[in-house]
């Protein structure tokens, strides 16, 4: 149903008498195509199975008065791995539209949190997705924001910057982050910095029943006692045309009704080294320390891969996550899978 609708839109969007206006020169559809086959063993069981992820993305602009130009963007998964029911839905993981010009970018809609961008590429490379996600007080686990407004400077220089505030859907629940980042380019160096804040919304369900009547009822409460702050700076070096290293540091903590209940900080290192038709090798590292929840752990991996022709990827990779908890079993998994883009 879901693409039988989404064709429908791009039929609609490409017959509209806006797109004969000019908007045909500037429309742009694009995406990628994954699957992966994944083998984990936990220490006690081993198991199987078969990822993959469709993306689409349909982008549009358009030049208006004053050398401005206006934008949109529809950015849909339309098959994934997981069944999360937020990201079901026509445009459920970015809609939004920019105004952009010599002054910036002004982005305004639903859309990812400037720094899990960051965080998750390059950062993020070699399937290290808990740089961005992993941790309680983690601003950027919250991934997407459901309304957000968001400024990107031009380049001023070697630098530029970005600020960003986003909130949720429902009505008065406070759920809201912000987000402020930085760029600094020196040399073959980029410099990264961020500083993020948020405030979720959390609920709690509680179920009542009357013994007398038998009817069940159940109660939602929304509470905005929790409060998450989290600051990074990182760095990318491209040591030669071949070779690429990453370094990052974070650290992030939690409180809930003005108490701490975690603070956690990180370290990850990276390299990519590229060998030209023969095809890549990345590595990474990353050690997680946390004082309210015992999930600290080293993680490490490794990745091979090559172009196969025609945009499209095939890779292998071996990952170690090894919990420092007492008593705790390392994790093993073995991925190798293809990706191609359009």
Known sequence: MQRKTLALIIASLASTPAFADGWTDVFKLSGSAEANYIVTDNGTTTSSELDRALLLNIDASKDIAGGNKLGARISQKIATGETVENKVGIGSREAYVTLSGDFGTVKAGRAFINSYLTL????????????????????????????????????????????????????????????????????????????????????????????????????????????????????????????????????????????????????????????????????????????????????????????????????ARLTKVAPKASGAKDTNQFLTGVWIGF
């Open 120 to 315: 998750d590429w390059p950062f993020g490379q070699v399937g290290f997705w808990p740089v961005a996600e992993g941790g309680a007080g983690k601003v950027t686990s919250k991934v997407y924001l459901p309304n957000t407004l968001s400024y990107q400077s031009p380049a001023l220089g070697n630098f530029s910057f970005s600020a960003q505030h986003g909130w949720g859907n429902e009505k008065h629940n406070k759920d809201s982050v912000y987000d402020l980042a930085g760029t600094l380019t020196l040399g073959k160096a980029t410099l990264y910095a961020g500083v993020l804040g948020g405030k979720p919304a959390t609920k709690t369900k509680e179920t009542k029943a009357n013994l007398t009547t038998g009817v069940v009822s159940e109660t939602t409460t929304v509470t905005n006692d929790t409060e998450n702050s989290q600051q990074y700076l990182a760095a990318s070096v491209g040591v030669s045309d071949d070779l690429t290293l990453r370094a990052m540091v974070q650290s992030y903590k939690q409180e809930k009704a003005g108490k701490q209940t975690n603070k956690g900080s990180e370290t990850s290192l990276g390299l990519t080294y590229t060998m030209g038709k023969a095809g890549y090798i990345k590595a990474a590292y990353m050690n997680q320390n946390n004082t309210g929840v015992a999930d600290d752990y080293s993680r490490f991996a490794v990745q091979y891969g090559r172009d196969i022709g025609g945009g499209a990827e095939w890779y």
